[in-house]
């Protein structure tokens, strides 16, 4: 069987398994409105993905693996307490949208 959207909006997830990273088809992940901290850093194997909503969770960093994620077009991490975001990011080139309305705590290095 092959996922290729995932929507586990509303769960009361804390946090997700390493091994969530072999999801390797999955392009649409819904992890909204939970309780997540972190992500695994095996999210770098999700190179399908192009369409992460992140939206209200508990998340104050992102892996740096994030950045292997490339195909990532759409990008939802509002209402979040992040603190920083890796300089991988950087790496997603095919990003239309990134969304961090309501992150207060993200600190925007000088350039």
Do not use: V, W
Request: net charge negative; glycine share 4%.
């Amino acid at each position: 069987m092959m996922i290729k959207e995932m929507y586990l909006d509303n769960n009361h997830l804390k946090r997700l398994p390493e091994d969530f990273g072999n999801l390797f088809n999955i392009y649409e992940l819904r992890l909204m409105n939970n309780q997540l901290e972190c992500l695994p850093a095996s999210i770098g194997k999700l190179t399908n993905l192009q369409l992460l909503f992140l939206r209200s969770n508990n998340i104050k960093e992102l892996p740096g693996e994030i950045g292997n994620c490339k195909s990532i077009q759409i990008f939802q991490l509002s209402l979040n307490p992040i603190i920083e975001l890796p300089p991988q990011l950087g790496l997603l080139t095919n990003i239309r949208e990134l969304n961090l309305d309501n992150t207060p705590a993200l600190r925007i290095p000088p350039e």
